[in-house]
């Protein structure tokens, strides 16, 4: 059985390889514009560790290990990073980002950003929260009265042209036009109401699984841009927003 309290904890836990400078300055490089460092694999291997030991019933995929998912199985969904390049050069928006995939759906999810010490945490039916407060996505119903999140993706350089067509329609549909460098913080940022839509492009599982929890228990909604859902797909242009502006977003970014 999950216990939040228990799994906060050990998202906590992972602080001393986070805040570790040697670890911090390992870097390697995956592709272009795809780096990883040591706290990355550090982190990953400290909570597949914790997670198991813990809860010996649950899988355990990480974007830094085994990363291949069965829709019919449950797992844990780490993103022991996410934002690395923020990490790297020392920007606060990157945050430990874990789901709990269960029964065909994200049950819980916790995003941590330990720069900030803000942490989030959703678990299905008992609603979403910052730092032991409960959040709401915003309630703001016109898109004119919204800030836009784009999440361009730097790894998918080769279709910039369609990035900059999104970020068009936002930036000309919207109050203005934000992107972070993590989807775990921007969509953070959507469940409290700070931002009110968002679209990550060629978004990966271990970007938006605990996201997808948070925003959902924070009365908002995320699906890809056919209105589905699926956790097992890589690569899939993700919106999300209050349930006031989604139609109107979904109707935007598809024109
Ligand atoms: C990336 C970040 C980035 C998003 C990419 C992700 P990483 O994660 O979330 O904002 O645009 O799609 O892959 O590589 O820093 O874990
Ligand atoms: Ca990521
Ligand atoms: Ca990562």
């Not at 993590?182 to 938006?208: H, N, T």
Request: hydrophobic share 40%; net charge negative.
């Amino acid at each position: 059985m999950m216990n939040m309290e228990q799994l906060i904890k050990i998202v906590k836990e992972t602080d001393s390889i986070f805040f570790d400078e040697q670890l911090r300055a390992d870097v390697t490089k995956k592709g272009d514009a795809d780096f990883v460092t040591r706290a990355d694999y550090e982190i990953s291997e400290y909570l597949h560790r914790r997670l198991t030991e813990t809860f010996p019933d649950i899988g355990f995929i990480s974007e830094e290990g085994d990363t291949a998912i069965d829709e019919t199985k449950d797992y844990w969904i780490l993103d022991p990073i996410d934002g690395t390049t923020n990490f790297m050069h020392g920007l606060s928006f990157c945050a430990v980002s874990l789901g709990l995939y269960s029964g065909g759906d994200v049950v819980a999810g916790v995003i941590y950003i330990p720069y900030t010490e803000e942490l989030f945490w959703a678990e299905k039916g008992k609603g979403a929260y910052l730092n032991g407060k409960p959040i709401r996505c915003s309630k703001n119903k016109h898109l004119s009265d919204c800030i836009g999140i784009l999440e361009f993706n730097p790894y998918f350089k080769n279709d910039c042209r369609a990035a900059m067509d999104h970020a068009l329609k936002i930036y000309s549909s919207c109050q203005d036009i934000r992107t972070f460098g993590s989807a775990a913080v921007e969509l953070a940022y959507i469940a409290c109401g700070q931002a009110d839509v968002f679209l990550g492009r060629y978004l990966k599982p271990w970007d938006y699984a605990a996201g997808l929890c948070m925003i959902k228990e924070a009365g908002g909604v995320m699906t890809n841009l056919d209105g589905e859902v699926h956790i097992g797909k890589l690569n899939e242009h993700m919106v999300a927003s209050n349930a006031a502006v989604y139609e109107e977003f979904c109707a935007l970014i598809k024109s």
